[in-house]
């Protein structure tokens, strides 16, 4: 009997189908012919669109015109650079020429022909070099469309023609039996014929589509930052959103919400109606590392009213303390700059530049900082009185550290450390000629450059200066950085007040730290007499007495940054800062970059290696016609004995380096011989006659009777010259003797120094 087999459980049984019947009986052929002629039109249409620059959005255009005008502008700025160095090369050559004792000499008209061209093409390079490039017009953009449509056209042109040879070569090729490269020619044919025969949509070249994130259309990425020669950007090019059209009924959400432009648009101009703020517009939006930027526009009042709606507008933004950062713009009275900050936005600043040993001059601009959007803070000190205010833990020492590794790399600058209660400019002390600690030496420092500011201003004549010092390395400029300024004596208050107002045009500039810009702590109202003003982390008055009652309102907010704690930096070394040559005074935020000791300290080393300067001998010999200051005379009654003595002495350079333990100058030493024979002769007929000071006709007599066989033939002119060898620099003021007022001679204790 047989076995039955079950079925499968998945069997099914077979259904019988219909045939399908045929409802299309155009031909093979036909069909491809349909398709090749659609495929054709794809290309065509790709190829037309291609052609008229379809491909080209508002950005990419006026992106375009940039790049145009910004090579044209380098053309030209060589062709500059290259006839005004041929300028050069002419007069330099003209005036070897004029010492050879070969060949045609050059007559002093030429010469100056040659002198006065070279100027002119001079002038022209300087003033091409500020000459800002302005963004491009609606011509200038057109211009670069049709342009680049022409360069396709001739790329189309050109290919048809080149290949017909390539093609005429391929068949050759194939009927020797080669047929490599028409292999090669049909494969990238056909893979070309693929690409450029798909489906298209075709551009608009009259609407460029919506901008990517931090790039308008009105304004190029390459006009992003600051302009050349002071020129401003376009403000406000792209509006992204106006209160006009926020959805009905929408209320504020976070600003992690927002994804887009239009969404951070949005966000602002709801948190605004939230707080009462008359935002009414928001434009020229940017995505940043570490938050979002776009400008505002108030309808009413000024940007006054977003800075004092910040704190409950980071609530609405859901943001950290100081995350709303307005910064008002001062060419558009009702729009700011508003910035969301949600990171450090000096996270990705570049570090500072390595700085070589008399690299620079002093006039030089050197980069000690950037700002909270990204544009270095750069600045020169020639000439720049400085106050640098903030509260303990606000960075001052780095600070005055990072301006001091500047100027200790320019080579015709002396540079000068004062601080009464702690370290200074310690990490760069090797590269610092002076380093002063003490009242007493600062209060020597103080008056020594004030004399010298006072005899430069009478020498810059005969030397052919003009109106201002020019610093070179044999007449250098003085840079004195003096930190923690009201733990200062008031005498070292009044002389660095005094130096403020005579030291700028003589290039002996004081950048002084404080804790404070108030009269406490300065001695005087002198704030806001500074030229260059700087605050980070303080208190609301600091800010309103450095940079004036209304700056507050203006945007300037040092007050809102914190000073650093013994774990956590925070706002250390943040400023806002006022007065930097060639720039616009802006409440913009900056970070000046702390430079580590241990860079510092190699950096020292390297420039002490390389020679630190000392005063010029003229402005040394300069210093001894000059008056000092009343206060620092000594008292005498009317029998000409002292009543109260001098609170400082006006000591020479050499006694001046002794008195603060720095290096003499080279061959300063003052070894056995008639000059160190003189000093202490000198000394002991004071001591003898009990006396402090004399006239220099009567200490000479006085030496003649001393030692007759050394000073007997000695007239007054050869006593001087020996005295100044010997380091005690010419006869100074004296102050009363007998009927006398103000007699010239030698102080006993001035000349023991040298000793």
């Known amino acids: 009997m047989a076995t039955e087999i079950p079925p499968r459980p998945d069997y099914k049984p077979m259904v019988a189908v219909e045939p399908i019947e045929k409802t299309d009986e155009t ?198 930052g600051e302009m050349a020669g002071g020129a401003q950007p376009i403000v406000g090019g792209n509006v992204f959103m106006s209160v ?28 605004a109606r939230a707080e009462n703020v008359p935002i009414v517009e928001v434009s020229d939006v940017s995505r940043q590392p570490w938050g979002w930027q776009c400008t505002v526009r108030v309808s009413d009042g000024t940007p006054e009213a977003i800075i004092a709606k910040s704190g409950d507008l980071e609530t609405k933004f859901d943001l950290p303390t100081n995350g709303v950062r307005p910064q008002p713009i001062k060419a558009r009275r009702a729009c700011a700059v508003l910035r969301l900050v949600e990171g450090n936005p000096f996270a990705t600043a570049p570090g500072l530049p390595y700085r070589a040993p008399k690299s620079l001059s002093i006039i030089d601009k050197f980069r000690i900082g950037t700002s909270v959007g990204g544009d270095p803070l750069e600045l020169s000190l020639a000439g720049v009185m400085g106050l640098w205010v903030a509260a303990s833990g606000g960075g001052k020492t780095g600070i005055l550290q990072a301006l001091a590794e500047g100027v200790t790399a320019c080579r015709d600058n002396i540079t000068i450390d004062l601080d009464p209660f702690g370290d200074g400019l310690e990490d760069l002390g090797d590269a610092v000629r002076i380093t002063a600690r003490t009242n007493e030496q600062i209060e020597a420092v103080l008056l020594f450059f004030l004399v010298m500011a006072k005899g430069r201003a009478r020498l810059r004549a005969k030397l052919g200066m003009g109106k201002k010092w020019k610093a070179s390395p044999e007449h250098p400029a003085v840079t004195i950085f003096f930190d923690e300024l009201p733990k200062a004596s008031a005498l070292a208050k009044r002389l660095y007040n005094d130096l403020l107002l005579v030291g700028r045009k003589e290039l002996i500039v004081v950048e002084a730290a404080s804790q404070g810009g108030q009269s406490s702590y300065l001695g005087a109202n002198i704030a806001q007499m500074v030229a260059l003003a700087a605050v980070g982390p303080c208190k609301v008055e600091d800010t309103r007495s450095v940079f004036g009652d209304g700056s507050v309102k203006e945007g300037y907010l040092p007050h809102r940054l914190s000073p650093a704690t013994a774990t956590d930096p925070k706002d250390a ?179 023991r120094h040298l000793l």
Not at 245 to 262: I, S, V, Y
Not at 645 to 666: G, H, I, S, Y
């Open 27 to 224: 031909p093979r052929s036909e069909r491809i012919k349909a398709a090749f002629k659609e495929q054709r039109g794809n290309a065509g249409a790709r190829l037309k669109d291609w052609l008229a620059a379809g491909d080209l959005d508002a950005v990419a255009a006026v992106q375009l015109a940039t790049d145009k005008k910004l090579t044209k502008y380098d053309r030209q700025l060589a062709q500059q650079e290259r006839i005004t160095g041929e300028a050069v090369a002419r007069v330099k050559h003209a005036q070897a020429m004029q010492g050879a004792e070969v060949g045609a000499p050059i007559s002093e008209s030429a010469l100056a022909s040659l002198v006065g061209r070279a100027s002119q093409e001079e002038s022209k390079l300087a003033a091409l070099r500020a000459r800002p490039v302005m963004p491009p017009n609606d011509r200038e953009i057109n211009v670069a469309r049709q342009g680049k449509k022409a360069q396709r056209a001739a790329i189309v042109a050109g290919s048809g023609l080149a290949s017909l040879p390539l093609a005429g070569a391929a068949i050759e090729q194939a009927a020797n039996g080669q047929p490599m490269i028409i292999a090669v020619v049909v494969a990238g044919a056909s893979w070309g014929w693929y690409m450029i025969s798909r489906p298209f949509v075709g551009h608009s070249s009259e609407q460029g589509g919506e901008a990517p994130f931090g790039l308008t259309p009105a304004l190029p990425a390459t006009f992003q």
């Open 244 to 271: 006009e059209q926020l959805p009905e009924g929408a209320k504020p959400f976070p600003l992690r919400n927002a994804r887009t432009p239009q969404q951070l648009a949005e966000c602002v101009l709801l948190a």
């Open 573 to 751: 070394g943040h400023i806002f800062i006022q007065g930097v040559p060639g720039m616009a005074d802006e409440p913009i935020e900056y970070a000046v970059h702390e430079v580590p000791s241990a860079t510092l300290r190699q950096l020292g080393q390297e420039r002490l290696d390389a020679g630190l300067l000392d005063p010029d001998q003229d402005s040394l010999n300069a210093m001894p016609g000059v008056d000092l200051p009343e206060y620092v005379e000594p008292e005498y009654d009317k029998d000409g004995i002292v009543k109260k003595p001098a609170p400082v002495e006006l000591l020479t350079w050499e006694q001046l380096l002794r008195l603060c333990d720095a290096e003499p100058p080279a061959g300063a030493e003052l070894a056995d011989g008639v000059e160190r024979a003189a000093i202490e002769d000198s000394v002991d007929v004071m001591v003898k006659a009990d006396v402090d000071r004399m006239k220099t006709e009567a200490l000479l007599a006085a030496l003649q009777e001393h030692d007759p066989g050394a000073y007997g033939e000695m007239t007054v002119e050869e006593f001087k010259a020996l005295m100044a060898k010997a380091g005690a620099g010419g006869p100074i003021t004296l102050g009363p003797i007998g009927e006398e007022k103000n007699p010239r001679g030698f102080k006993r204790d001035r000349l």
